[in-house]
């Protein structure tokens, strides 16, 4: 796995890579998913860092543990992740955006209508 050169911790760009997967359906609700050390190894990270990882997303009701057995996809993953990161956006990632924007002199008309060609041309398959 790649790693972003920014202030995000390794464990959190882990755990957003499983929220990818979530939502791209590689990790479908109940299934289990790679031990903390098999995970470690395949992005060739510490044990550590993982179980960091799986914590968080734990803690965020994305994923369960049923001891000694694994880690599973929740029922309601799907949903927490889709929360989890429309929070990030509306509180963390818009405001920077909207304060860039408003540097630069773009219009919220001028946004709309490029929002609304993005939409237009990147429909889903």
């Not at 972003?4 to 890579?17: F, P, V």
């Not at 109940?30 to 990882?53: C, K, P």
């Not at 929360?83 to 630069?104: A, M, N, P, Q, V």
């Amino acid at each position: 796995m790649l790693f972003q050169e920014n202030n995000k911790a390794i464990y959190l760009q882990l755990a957003d890579a499983i929220c990818d997967g979530i939502l791209a359906g590689d990790f479908p609700p109940g299934n289990r998913i790679q031990s903390v050390r098999e995970y470690a190894a395949s992005v060739e990270v510490n044990a550590n860092t993982v179980m960091r990882s799986y914590d968080y997303l734990a803690g965020n009701g994305i994923i369960f543990n049923k001891r000694g057995i694994g880690y599973f996809i929740s029922p309601d993953a799907v949903e927490k992740v889709r929360s989890l990161r429309r929070s990030e956006l509306l509180e963390g990632e818009l405001k920077i955006l909207f304060y860039r924007l408003k540097l630069l002199g773009i219009t919220p008309a001028e946004l709309s209508n490029l929002y609304a060609g993005f939409c237009a041309t990147n429909q889903p398959s």
